[in-house]
């Protein structure tokens, strides 16, 4: 089964940086893909946005989230742009994952605007031109947003985990990342190639 296939040393010694932002109902899915990179071998630098790190849901508290992502981490996260901004000067990551990625956040990146944790983090690791992979979580990643994506998709060094339509009866334009993907597509942007196909219907 994809996603089960590279649970071996493939990452061992690969420092990824972990980063996290709003999409309070993929948290449980990104969780499990942070325990899976680490048994995988690698080492995980996380990173919240200001929003992941600061507000409380049904999903949990903010404080439980950040505890959780610190405790599978083994170390603590990095949640304001001060700290994240030596990430590229401290050559802190190979490979940076924004699991699960908002479309606020994808806008960012799009329009070089560095104003949370995360943007800060990816800017500061693009530095020295290494891969970006996104996890896109979005209910308007077909409408608004997909001026967005599109124009990521063709920029240089940003990758994307393989999305699909989670409701496209109910939700027509939302697209959520295949989260159990994640492996795999982090693997193939370190040999610079894009997991296809990018998006699937459910």
Do not use: W
Request: charged letters at 20%; one cysteine or more.
């Amino acid at each position: 089964m994809k996603g089960e296939l590279l649970m071996t040393d493939d990452f061992t010694g690969k420092r990824i940086g972990f980063a996290m932002t709003a999409s309070f109902c993929s948290f449980e899915r990104c969780f499990k893909q942070a325990e899976n990179l680490l048994s995988a071998g690698a080492e995980l630098v996380p990173i919240m946005s200001e929003n992941a790190a600061g507000i409380s849901s049904r999903f949990g508290t903010a404080e439980e989230n950040k505890k959780r992502l610190a405790k599978i981490c083994g170390r603590e996260v990095i949640t304001d742009i001060a700290g994240a901004e030596p990430i590229g000067p401290k050559n802190m990551t190979d490979i940076m994952l924004v699991a699960p990625c908002t479309s606020n956040t994808a806008a960012k990146l799009n329009s070089g605007i560095t104003d949370t944790a995360v943007t800060m983090a990816v800017k500061s690791h693009l530095r020295s031109g290494k891969p970006v992979v996104l996890a896109i979580a979005s209910n308007d990643s077909l409408l608004a947003s997909a001026k967005n994506i599109g124009e990521l998709f063709n920029r240089k060094n940003y990758y994307f985990v393989p999305m699909l339509q989670d409701d496209i009866i109910k939700k027509p334009a939302s697209l959520v990342a295949q989260f159990e993907l994640i492996p795999e597509a982090v693997l193939a942007a370190f040999n610079g190639i894009q997991l296809r196909p990018i998006i699937v219907n459910a």
